[in-house]
């Protein structure tokens, strides 16, 4: 099985500020990596697919790159509605998520 | 597009749970259901997958030989049934929406979800 890991696990970040969250693959995925935002008590929420392609609907704030085995999701400017925890979710074969990056306002 | 799912259940441990999932607002043959399930306080598990078209499925190694998933095209209806409960199954279970393109045959992504059922496993 393919694993993910993500870091940070956490932080804290001003809004305004640019955040940085890296998904990193034990091997090779191309660019077969997604990402998702969960809100505390709901469902998880599509944000970018095939590693840099933003789901209709998701601001332009969001972004991700990268491929084979390093992935990135930027916020570019970093919004109070942005509180959430973040997946990456890699689907070579089976998928698998990472453990997720839980985001918080400082 | 939208799935309804069904409601919370409490089960013993060693008995079985079915939860539905009820899909509208989009050709539901042409796309696949997924079952991601999420423990207290925990991240994302996928479970496996079921394509409504040719009823087909794969499960995760990790529940494989308790679960099945079905889906009803009459109804536009998918089920997912796990035996043998044990107290880690315990957490809320959610269908999603998925392309039917698997291994990585396409892009896949869970574009759609439905609200989620919480099953509590304990005696």
């Known amino acids: 099985d393919i694993q993910m890991t993500q870091s940070p696990s956490s932080l804290s970040a001003s809004v305004g500020d640019r955040v940085t969250i890296t998904c990193q693959a034990s091997q090779d995925i191309v660019d077969y990596l997604n990402w998702y935002q969960q809100k505390p008590g709901k469902a998880p929420k599509l944000l970018i697919y095939d590693a840099s392609n933003l789901q209709t609907g998701v601001p332009s704030r969001f972004s991700g790159s990268g491929s084979g085995t390093d992935f990135t999701l930027t916020i570019s400017?970093?919004?109070?509605?942005?509180?959430?925890t973040y997946y990456c979710q890699q689907y070579d074969n089976f998928p698998t998520f990472g453990p997720g990056t839980k985001v918080d306002i400082k | 597009v939208q799935l309804v799912q069904s409601g919370a259940e409490v089960k013993k441990p060693g008995a079985s749970v079915k939860v539905s999932c009820q899909a509208s607002g989009y050709s539901f043959t042409s796309f696949g259901i997924s079952w991601v399930r999420q423990a207290p306080g925990?991240?994302?598990?996928?479970?496996?997958?079921?394509?409504?078209h040719s009823g087909k499925t794969d499960y995760a190694q990790k529940v494989q030989g308790r679960v099945t998933m079905t889906a009803d095209t009459s109804t536009t209806t998918a089920y997912m049934e796990l035996r043998s409960l044990r107290s880690d199954d315990?957490?809320?279970?959610y269908c999603a929406r998925d392309t039917g393109n698997y291994y990585g045959s396409g892009s896949y992504f869970n574009?759609?979800?439905g609200q989620g059922t919480l099953v509590t496993v304990s005696s």
């Open chain 1, 77 to 84: 400017s970093l919004q109070p509605e942005d509180i959430a």
């Open chain 2, 90 to 93: 315990t957490g809320i279970y």
């Open chain 2, 111 to 113: 574009d759609y979800w």
């Open chain 2, 42 to 52: 925990q991240g994302l598990e996928w479970m496996g997958w079921v394509r409504p």
